[in-house]
Structure formats: structure tokens, C-alpha cells
């Protein structure tokens, strides 16, 4: 059992930055294949980016490419989501995701098994 907890998220101008982090507990995260993904109001949660167990391998969402930067740190149990020059569309709630025996290419929602409640980003123009 895997139990996620997102911070970081706030209101930041447009072409500003923010780092969002997702806290684990479980000595077996480790082995997860970690994600984020986001929600904006009226739409579906769609995927953002991933990363594997070891680092080694990471899977973005076109739109994000170049802008955000997925990271995970095991010695501490946490992965990290770096977002730079951030744009209005990128308003949503911010989801941190764990999957067992996940690539990094898993895009659809339903292949991941835990979730954490969310952290809010808006940003304005």
C-alpha cells in the first residue's frame, strides 16, 4: 500500500515557474513507476508526465515537453514535478500517481494504482 501526498501547487503569473512535490509512505515505492497527471475543471484528468522505478526512464505529454521536468528522489521516498513558463492551460489540479509494473508510457488514468487528493495550480495572465 502506497500512500501519496502532493504539495507545492499554487497561483503564479503566466511564464512563472513552480515546483510541485509528492511525498510516499511504503518502503516499496521505490519500485513504483511514479507520474503526474492533471484535471482541469469540465474535463478529464489527462496524463502529464512519468518516470520509472530507477530514474533511468521519463514520458511527457507533448504540450509540457521542454517546460516541465519529472524527478524522484527514493532515498526520500518522493518525486518531484519541476513546471517553467507556465501558460494559462496548464490551470488544473495536479494528481501525483504510483503504478506497479508500469512504463513510463502509461497515459491512461486507469492503469495506475494509487493517487493522491490533489494540489491546485492557477496560473493567471
Known amino acids: 500500500q502506497v500512500q501519496l501526498v502532493e504539495s507545492g501547487g499554487g497561483l503564479v503569473q503566466t511564464g512563472g515557474s513552480l515546483r510541485l512535490s509528492c511525498a510516499a509512505s511504503?518502503?516499496?515505492?521505490?519500485?513504483?513507476?511514479t507520474g503526474w497527471f492533471r484535471q482541469a475543471p469540465g474535463k478529464e484528468r489527462e496524463f502529464v508526465a512519468a518516470?520509472?522505478?530507477?530514474?533511468?526512464?521519463?514520458y511527457y505529454k507533448d504540450s509540457v515537453k521542454g517546460r516541465f521536468t519529472i524527478s524522484r528522489d527514493n532515498g526520500k521516498n518522493t518525486v518531484s514535478l519541476q513546471m517553467n513558463s507556465l501558460k494559462a492551460e496548464d490551470t488544473a489540479v495536479y494528481y501525483c500517481?504510483?503504478?506497479?509494473?508500469?512504463?513510463?508510457?502509461?497515459?491512461?488514468?486507469?492503469?495506475?494504482?494509487?493517487w493522491g487528493q490533489g494540489t491546485q495550480v492557477t496560473v493567471s495572465s
Open positions: 518516470i520509472n522505478w530507477s530514474g533511468s526512464s521519463t
Open positions: 511504503g518502503r516499496t515505492f521505490r519500485t513504483y513507476t
Open positions: 500517481a504510483a503504478g506497479v509494473g508500469l512504463s513510463a508510457t502509461a497515459v491512461m488514468p486507469t492503469a495506475w494504482n494509487y
